[in-house]
């Protein structure tokens, strides 16, 4: 998988889910709804399909969440604390408007906490209409894997190991992530 | 009904729209009813409510409310035949009339979904019968060539206008080809000033240059006044047609019914709508409002932008003008907030018409007599925030009729007049509008409420006896309350008043209650002119600001060093007892200092109150209030608000504090009883 180049990404500006590479190759005529959308992925690469993701960094390790579930990555501005809510929830970051609980990644995976809020990142995910956003010590980049070459694994917030070529990534589970309340 | 689909934004505002035409069909029948008492019957109002009931039969026949379209049809034909003059108005008619529109307003309330169709040939029937009670009265002699340009309705007014002896003259006038049209609508709107304008006709003596207009007017002032009034232009004359009184002129008589004179103005072009305004849903309003509060924090940034430029030498110049320009966006952002806030702003006037049929159909039902009068009218209130006092309102006002006034031989053995009187008034109150209902009624027994309170288990005995007065007048707010043991068509299901209570909460509103046995009560809701944005006080705890809604705060206290440990003292403020709450310790976090100090502020919702302790108060602002994420609840947190540079703080929700504060003295309470 030579392919799947690592792709910098800048870190204040928006990330947003592309689809696949290949994906405009064979025109339909079919009107673009949810359900053929899917069936024309299948008919395009069903020997191979590909996975795009976003990877991360919380100390040396490398995690990374699917490209569809991320929306932006912003500074970790100061965050309003909101009382009464479990520890890892450091608090919320208005995004142009709209509240944003972030998330303590590192204590949220159980991997200790985040010091020093102001030097790392918000990578803001969405499920559904739902935005949440998780701390990161630094962002990874997007790249695009195999599906088959994804071990999956059901252990707690992750849901798959990835084989890269710079070591192990860790694929989180989002909505696993935020179901707390 | 196949292909409309009842659920459509069309359909919709359909109702919305059914529901307006009959709410000013409501206003025009009870001046009607005044008038038949009177003995004067405005032809202007009658017109209004034939339109409404025409405008409401093409309606509902175009979205296929069969029930509407034939009830509201039959509406028509009799209330065409009264304009006409070919029956007389009187009371057996006006009722048949009155129920017919109580059914209209069902209709729309079912949203086209009921079956009324038994009912409705039962009113058909009824107007029916009213309308075979012609008027064959003797017709006046009037020139024939007159009588035959004129419409049949026209020809009415003229009898009508003659009958009550006034003068009827010919104005003609002659106006350029070019702008005859505004010429023409300025003529008649000075002529209506002092006289009803029957019917225009064109003139034969029209030229190429000029058009001339015959306008026939009925007066009671005399020619002199006429041409005074015209101001003896010289491209008017007046011919008398008809000069019943040869009286001297008397025109402060034509005072009686100056008010009504003005609605005839339609009568021409009478059918096509002359309103120019547009139907818009609230929401796009909010989102206009959202977009100007973020604008607000683009402003913010510039802000910065230009103090930045400022403090550098080389660039203060353009940090100058760029605050300059930043200071012009502000003005004109607040400019743009006051006007979508206008925008929402309605009269709660249009609120108040809807109870007067409401205290009629209950006095006429319960056997009492109640008059409902109104004061402030032109205060104005967001539109969402009218919508929601008016089920508040209702509920009041049948508690009134059914529990307050008393039967008119009860009132008279206690001096009082016969009838009882509900008063609603509203004024403005700074960023408030207050409500008031009055009545002059039998006032409320707080024994009677305390025992009630206790016999249906709402509360412990010995809690009910410990309450002070005011604690047990709002007993009544409890769900499950009601004093009356049967239950009655208007209220008495004891579901009254805690709909008062929620739905006032629902707008933070306040209640107070104002009572003395045997002379009324006055239910004060003081509510917020608009929630689109939020007044908030904010405040500083242990070292983090918040900001509290204004509209919840009655007055702020300095308070002495109160030490944490000890449980938190009640106030007694204005005769209440208050209770208190330290907002750390409300949001489970740690002080540095163990005692509390510095401010307390009393807050209320609905009939509420509690003192929440603050260490300082920072300033007022306008903020406008996010929701926190779904996944986040937090009771006492309303939401956020982004203040830009200053950041972002959390806005307290006062209904959740006061919920907190009153289940832990209610559970104390109730501790006591079972020890």
Redesign the interface.
């Known amino acids: 998988m030579d392919a799947a180049a690592k792709v910098s990404v800048s870190v204040s500006g928006p990330v947003r889910a592309s689809g696949l590479s290949d994906a405009p190759k064979r025109q339909s005529t079919v009107a673009p709804t949810v359900d053929n959308y899917s069936k024309s992925l299948e008919r395009q690469a069903p020997e191979e399909k590909k996975l795009q993701i976003v990877s991360f960094f919380l100390g040396e390790r490398e995690y990374a969440f699917e490209l569809l579930d991320a929306v932006e990555v912003l500074r970790a501005r ?1 965050l ?6 479990p520890d890892f ?1 450091k608090g ?3 995004v ?6 972030v998330m303590d990644t590192k204590m949220r995976l159980s991997e200790g906490q985040f010091g020093n809020v102001r030097f790392g990142r918000v990578l803001v995910t969405s499920v559904g209409d ?3 956003g998780f701390l990161v010590d630094r962002m990874g980049g997007v790249r695009e894997v195999a599906v088959a070459s994804i071990e999956q694994v059901d252990d707690g917030f992750v849901k798959g190991l990835i084989n890269a070529p710079g070591g192990l990534i860790l694929l989180l589970d989002v909505v696993r992530l ?1 179901d ?2 | 009904m196949a292909d409309i689909d009842t659920g459509s934004e069309r359909y919709r505002e359909f109702l919305a729209e059914a529901e307006d035409i009959l709410g000013s069909m409501g206003k025009g029948l009870l001046k009607l009813g005044k008038g038949v008492k009177a003995g004067i019957i405005d032809p202007g109002v009658l017109n209004a409510v034939f339109r409404s009931a025409h405008t409401l039969k093409g309606m509902s026949a175009i979205f296929d409310v069969k029930d509407m379209a034939t009830l509201s049809h039959s509406l028509e034909d009799t209330l065409d035949l009264l304009r006409l003059g070919r029956i007389t108005l009187t009371d057996t008619v006006l009722d048949s009339i009155m129920n017919a529109f109580y059914l209209l307003q069902k209709i729309v309330a079912s949203k086209g979904h009921g079956d009324f169709s038994r009912e409705i040939e039962d009113h058909k029937s009824a107007l029916g019968k009213a309308a075979h009670a012609r008027d064959n009265r003797p017709k006046e002699q009037i020139d024939a060539g007159i009588i035959s340009v004129l419409t049949e309705y026209e020809e009415h007014r003229l009898r009508e206008n003659l009958k009550e002896g006034k003068n009827i003259y010919i104005v003609t006038a002659r106006f350029f080809m070019n702008n005859f049209d505004k010429g023409y609508v300025a003529l008649t709107e000075l002529l209506k000033t002092r006289s009803e304008v029957i019917a225009t006709l064109p003139s034969s003596k029209t030229n190429n240059e000029f058009l001339f207009f015959d306008i026939l007017t009925g007066t009671k002032g005399g020619k002199g006044q006429m041409l005074e009034l015209i101001g003896g232009s010289a491209d008017v004359e007046i011919k008398v047609l008809a000069e019943p009184s040869s009286r001297v002129e008397q025109g402060p008589a034509l005072e009686v019914v100056k008010d009504s004179v003005r609605p005839v103005q339609h009568h021409r072009d009478s059918l096509r709508r002359t309103s120019d305004t547009v139907r818009v849903n609230i929401g796009k309003l909010d989102n206009i409002l959202n977009v100007i509060s973020e604008l607000g924090i683009v402003k913010s940034n510039i802000t910065a932008l230009s103090a930045a430029l400022r403090s550098e030498a080389a660039h203060s110049v353009y940090g100058l003008e760029l605050a300059r320009a930043e200071k012009h966006l502000e003005r004109k952002l607040s400019d743009l907030r006051d006007s979508v806030l206008d925008v929402r702003m309605v009269q709660i006037g249009q609120l108040f018409g809807r109870f007067e049929t409401l205290v009629n159909r209950i006095s006429r039902e319960s056997g009492k007599e109640i008059r409902m009068t109104t004061l402030g009218d032109d205060t104005e209130l967001d539109k969402l925030i009218v919508e929601e006092l008016a089920d508040p309102l209702m509920h009041i006002i049948r508690n009134i009729a059914d529990h307050a006034i008393e039967p008119p031989g009860v009132r008279e053995g206690l001096g009082k007049p016969r009838h009882g009187t509900v008063t609603l008034s509203a004024h403005q109150k700074g960023n408030h509008v207050v409500v008031e209902v009055t009545d002059d009624g039998a006032g409320i027994d707080d024994a009677l409420i305390r025992s009630k309170a206790v016999e249906k288990g709402l509360v412990a005995a010995d809690y009910a006896k410990a309450l002070g007065v005011q604690e047990a007048l709002e007993l009544i707010f409890l769900p499950g309350f009601s004093t009356r043991t049967t239950v009655s068509e208007t209220s008495g299901r004891g579901v009254g008043m805690d709909v008062v209570r929620e739905n006032i909460s629902r707008l933070s509103g306040i209640i107070d209650i104002d009572t003395e046995r045997g002379r009324g009560t006055r239910f004060i809701l003081t509510i917020p002119i608009t929630l689109a944005i939020l007044q908030a006080l904010i405040i500083e705890e242990a070292g983090t600001r918040y900001a509290l809604p204004l509209n919840s705060v009655i007055e702020i206290v300095e308070i002495e060093r109160v030490s944490e440990v000890l449980i938190e003292p009640e106030f007694t403020i204005n005769g209440r007892n208050i209770p208190s709450v330290c907002l750390s310790r409300f949001l489970g976090k740690q002080r540095s200092a163990p005692d509390c100090a510095g401010y307390g502020i009393v807050a209320g919702l609905a009939e509420h109150r509690v003192c929440i302790m603050v260490d300082r108060l920072i300033e007022e602002l306008d903020v406008v209030i996010k929701p926190l994420s779904r996944l986040l609840k937090v009771p006492g947190i309303a939401g956020a608000t982004d203040m830009g540079e200053k950041g972002t703080v959390l806005v307290l929700d006062v209904t959740g504090i006061l919920d907190h504060v009153y289940r832990e003295k209610k559970s104390g309470a109730g501790f006591k009883t079972t020890v």
């Open positions: 100061t309003t604390e909101v009382p009464r809510t929830i919320i970051l208005s142009r408007g709209e509240m944003v609980p739902l935005k949440v935020i707390f309340a």
